[in-house]
């Protein structure tokens, strides 16, 4: 890590003028920067330091699950419940194929996310805003002024469901392909969450009927070439805030879960989506399925695209409260965590930014 004078160096004044550009990232990759900003540098994770070639580091591999079958034969769905539970448990990740999503379709929504960062930023400054109660928020790192550092990447987040935006509350370069795609996103999220209950013991339509499918926000990210990785990090070590998330991610890759404290890679699938458990899910689970941190490295090559859909009411105000699935609990099994409305769980989890502690610690009885 390289050592700067630190009398020299006002983190806040630095943080404000890069906000204040309101070009985020890609600006300054545009500009020609040779030399990332302090504000970008990232101390070295203790899991970093795990041996690459250690032999069962190199076996490891997330799940990829075929959904083809789900629909066609009870054996087979079975098989496939049992390894979503599976992965839900050891993993908290896997990727999925023959979800029902068009190869079309995914490629489309990617082009879509590169349209619209690859714009003039005078288009996309209309969109730059800090103002969470809108129902487009395109940024540079949400938690800019909380995280202990930024992280080399733009976001824009398009709050889908329960109460999608009108056309032309949407960006125009991507408009269309993320209407069609959020729908399409519906679809996979009920059936997976239809899994998701199966897998847990419960009647299918569990998880739907409590209202983990309801909400739907979709995150576009855009990860800029980065002239010194190993001084910074695309999104720091976190854990998602959500129910489920699925993920559209292209072909460079970069994607980390930590899994034995070791990170292992989610290398991209062509046609898959990657779905996560999110903390909700592991509360409301009682820790039966696992939210795991997970991380995106820095790349000189670039930029990388990403796609996350967060299946969350967490910026609606329902007041619906979850909690342990009484199901689930026993006498040896009892409930490890308070209720809790997601509005109240997300603010908790934006309070602490990414690259802090997992905001389940806060819940826990």
Not at 232 to 254: E, M, N, P
């Amino acid at each position: 890590m390289v050592v700067t004078d630190e009398h020299s160096y006002d983190r806040t004044s630095e943080l404000i003028a890069f906000d204040n550009t309101r070009a985020g990232v890609k600006g300054l990759v545009d500009a020609g920067v040779t030399k990332v900003p302090k504000i970008f540098y990232t101390p070295e994770d203790a899991y970093t330091k795990a041996c690459p070639n250690d032999p069962e580091k190199t076996q490891l591999n997330i799940p990829v699950i075929d959904l083809d079958v789900i629909s066609k034969d009870p054996v087979q769905r079975k098989e496939i419940v049992e390894k979503i539970r599976d992965a839900s448990e050891v993993w908290g990740f896997f990727q999925v194929v023959n979800h029902g999503i068009p190869q079309s379709v995914l490629e489309e929504m990617l082009n879509g996310v590169r349209r619209f960062y690859e714009q003039d930023t005078e288009v996309k400054k209309q969109w730059y805003t800090r103002n969470t109660s809108k129902r487009v928020i395109h940024n540079s790192n949400f938690d800019l002024f909380r995280a202990a550092s930024a992280n080399w990447r733009d976001t824009t987040y398009c709050s889908m469901a329960p109460e999608p935006p009108s056309a032309d509350e949407l960006p125009e370069a991507c408009r269309d392909i993320l209407i069609e795609y959020a729908e399409q996103l519906k679809i996979v999220g009920r059936s997976l969450f239809e899994l998701l209950s199966e897998a847990l013991g419960l009647n299918p339509s569990y998880l739907n009927e409590i209202g983990c499918s309801e909400g739907l926000a979709v995150l576009y990210h855009y990860y800029p070439a980065c002239p010194e990785p190993k001084l910074t990090l695309g999104a720091s070590k976190h854990s998602d805030s959500d129910f489920l998330t699925v993920l559209l991610q292209d072909h460079i890759g970069g994607l980390q879960v930590l899994h034995k404290n070791y990170w292992i890679d989610v290398p991209p699938v062509s046609g898959a989506l990657v779905v996560n458990v999110g903390e909700l899910l592991q509360l409301i689970s009682n820790d039966k399925f696992k939210s795991m941190a997970h991380r995106v490295l820095a790349n000189r090559v670039g930029p990388r695209v990403s796609v996350a859909c967060f299946f969350t009411t967490g910026h609606s105000l329902s007041s619906r409260v979850y909690g342990p699935i009484k199901e689930l609990l026993s006498e040896d099994n009892p409930a490890r965590y308070r209720e809790t409305t997601v509005k109240d769980y997300v603010v908790h989890y934006d309070a602490t930014g990414l690259g802090g502690k997992s905001a389940l610690t806060a819940f826990r009885i």
